[in-house]
């Protein structure tokens, strides 16, 4: 038997009117990254299935979550008829919502230029530098610590590769922001 088939007949069942019919309707992006059909959640509760990988189980399970603070939010506490095509919009934006609580946008970081359009990404295992062209689009290492920022040049320098930090203006999720020279290969 799946934990997580397990896992989300229960989280289903407590939810009250949730079948697989309005769980699988309430699926797809934003909240998730691909919409999963009524049979794949049934196949999932009935343990007769499980999810294609960990990250979709991930994504399902925060769908639960949402649904858990949607339905929290309804004052007085009356069951959510999830089904209703209404409840998606509702839905939408308590995911907005705990993304933005979750994982805040950051609107100004420091970037490591290469030349005039290059800006730094990381380091390959084999050494070379890996560069971007798009700083805002979540592809440049990003800062929000200018000493860190630093330390990323001045390794560049001792490899050769010269630079300069700028802070620029971009909208970056937190968890998109570097925060050790790990993550870069340096």
Known sequence: MSLNGMKLAAELAMLGRC?????????GPPITSR?????????ITANQQDFDSPAEATEIFGLIETMKALQERVVPSVPIAWGDLRVKDALLEVYEQRKNELDPIRNRCWFVRLTVH???RGVRPDGSIIETLNYYRDEAAAFTNYELASEVAERLKQRGVASKIEMLTCDRRQSTITVALEE???
């Open 19 to 27: 079948t697989a019919s309005a769980c699988s309707a309430l699926t």
């Open 118 to 120: 290059n800006f730094f």
């Open 184 to 186: 870069l290969g340096l």
């Open 35 to 43: 919409k999963l059909s009524q049979q794949k959640i049934s196949a």
